[in-house]
């Protein structure tokens, strides 16, 4: 049996895809709704994560 995922980073890397999709879904409406900015923001999270994600990846 293997171990629980237990820390923030574990869970979040877990669902690290939902994550991106939701953080993207979210960037769309706010751009419906004419918030580029807010959009941009949020656009801005999923990148940081992505590419947090890529190095961690060559380790």
Do not use: W
């Amino acid at each position: 049996m293997s171990e629980q995922p237990e820390s923030v980073g574990e869970i979040a890397q877990l669902y690290l895809g939902n994550i991106l999709y939701a953080l993207e879904s979210c960037a769309l409406t706010l751009e419906a709704d004419g918030k580029a900015t807010d959009a941009a923001f949020y656009r801005g999270i999923a990148r940081k994560l992505a590419e947090a994600h890529g190095r961690s990846k060559g380790e």
